[in-house]
Structures are given as C-alpha cells and as structure tokens.
C-alpha cells in the first residue's frame, strides 16, 4: 500500500471541491540554492493562494508520499541533505525503503494524479539534451506527459535542452503541446524562440476544456501548456546562447552524465550569469503558479 498523506490544507480543499495545483520539490532541493530555495517555495505557494486555489508541493519524506507541505515539512526538505531526485524509475524504490526524495516532473505527475490533482506547474519541463543521439539523454518527463491525464504548465522546455528534437518527440508520442498566448514557443528564460507553436489558446478556461475533452475522448497523457516568462523578466535568448554553450562544453569536458547534467548546468548558468538565471527562473515560476491557478478553477467551475 502506498502510504500517502495529503496536508491539511489540500485535505480540506478536496473536501470542499476546490480547485488544487501540485508543485514539485527538485526546484526546491536541485534547483535553487538556499534560501531562495524556501523563499521561493512560499512565494510560489502563495501566488496559488491568491489566485483562488491551493498549492500542493510533493514530496517523499521517511517513505511517505506528502501532497502538500506544512511549513516545518518545507523546511526540513531545503535543509536535508542527500536528498534523492525522484523520477517515474526511482520512486517505487524510494517509498518501499522509507527514503527521501524531492520529485521531478514525471515523478510529481505521477503523484498528482494518484491524489487526483489534474493541474501542476513547474519551471521548464525536461526533455531531450543536446547530443542526444550519442548520450541517449531524454527526460522521462516525456513519456509521463504521453501517459499521465496532468496538465503541465511551464515555461516551455528548458533552455538548456535541444528544443527542436524535444518538440519531435513530444509530437511523436501525441502530446498536445500548447502556446498560451502566443505562437512562438517560449524557451524557459526567454518568452519566445525561433521555434513555432503547435497550437496556441489564449485563455484559461479553453486549456480546461482540451483536458476535459481529453478525458472524454479516452485519451491516454496530459497537456504542455508553454507559458511564455513575462517580457520585462526574461532573459533574451541570444545573450543566453553563448553561456549555455560555454556550460554545456564544460559539462562534456568533466564527464557529468544522467540525472547530474541539469542541477550542473544551471549551476553554471547562474555562475555566468552572475545570478539573473535565477531571478528569472523565480519570475517564470511565479507566473506559471498563477495561470496554473485560473486552469485549475476553470475545470473545478466549467462554464464559470
């Protein structure tokens, strides 16, 4: 049995029928350095409150499955040390051997819908690296958006990632990749790239809806929603393309492989970036917490 306990908050909300949006816990542990780490969870958390819904942060503590942190939860999580980076391969393991874990995109999908929550957003979904056809390195988010019925909202794939090749493969695999707002597809620190939009909506209660009519229909996965970063926080791509170069050819020179490449290539950016990756990778966050918000109250009150 999967020992699985949802805060008080969520409880309630679920009761209530209330709208709720996972949020995951790598961009807690991997993602940002502390304390923006803990700042930056509560004011993620917040942004959902204030927008009508309820936030649920996942995360595996002592071999539980938590949806939702209390504050003393959150904390220990941003403290802890040798914290495991939970995907759809890892956590299985790590709940049958009482672990800690903090959940990527596929692994707090996969949470999500077993506590029914349909909507979660992240930062940037992960995806297929470049050099792929050599490393074999792609992201089990993928697969997980092609199989788990969650809208994702984020701001597209990360910038990091060959995005062409990561677009193929969500194509291939029949996920609905969807621009909101625009037709460009966002890139994660820079609101648009070269790459055009499968499809665009423009507004919350149209992405409700193409997640009901998935349900319908009977198909199998969720939805990407690229939500682009607000303009007067983004980064713009060509200024970012060099550093990202220079980062990932340090990465090839030290042998960093698998689930280290991310965390190091960030750590990188931000290093080159002397710390505006970060402020902009917090911006990007609050925004997709707030539109993940309006999706998820539209499907709680359709038609509203």
Request: glycine share 8%; aromatic share 2%; hydrophobic share 45%.
């Amino acid at each position: 049995m999967i020992d699985l306990q949802s805060s008080p908050e969520v409880t309630e909300a679920q009761a209530r029928r209330r709208p709720v949006v996972a949020l995951e816990s790598t961009i807690i542990t991997h993602g940002m350095p502390f304390p923006q780490n803990v700042d930056t969870a509560r004011r993620v958390e917040q942004d959902i409150r204030d927008a009508g819904a309820v936030p649920a942060t996942i995360a595996v503590l002592d071999g539980v499955l938590h949806i939702g942190l209390t504050d003393t939860e959150l904390d220990r999580l941003a403290n802890a040390e040798h914290v495991a980076k939970l995907s759809r391969a890892d956590l299985a393991v790590c709940l049958a051997a009482g672990g800690t874990g903090a959940t990527t995109v596929a692994a707090t999908m996969i949470a999500a819908h077993l506590a029914g929550i349909a909507v979660f957003a992240t930062g940037g979904i992960g995806g297929v690296h470049k050099g792929a056809e050599s490393s074999f390195d792609i992201s089990a988010d993928l697969q997980e958006l092609a199989q788990t019925p969650v809208t994702v909202v984020a701001a597209g794939p990360k910038a990091i990632l060959d995005i062409h090749k990561t677009l193929e493969v969500l194509e291939t695999l029949g996920v609905p990749v969807i621009a909101y707002g625009q037709d460009s597809l966002p890139a994660f620190w820079s609101a648009t790239s070269e790459v055009h939009a499968p499809l665009r909506l423009d507004r919350p209660d149209r992405i409700a809806a193409a997640h009901a009519m998935r349900a319908d229909m009977g198909l199998p996965g969720g939805q990407l929603v690229a939500n682009p970063i607000p303009q007067e926080d983004e980064i713009p791509a060509a200024s970012l393309a060099p550093i990202i170069a220079r980062a990932q050819a340090e990465a090839e020179a030290q042998g960093i492989a698998s689930k280290s490449v991310t965390p190091f290539l960030l750590d990188r950016i931000f290093a080159l970036t002397d710390g505006a990756s970060l402020t902009a990778n917090i911006a990007l966050v609050r925004n997709n917490a707030r539109l993940a918000a309006e999706i998820a109250k539209c499907l709680c009150n359709p038609g509203s």
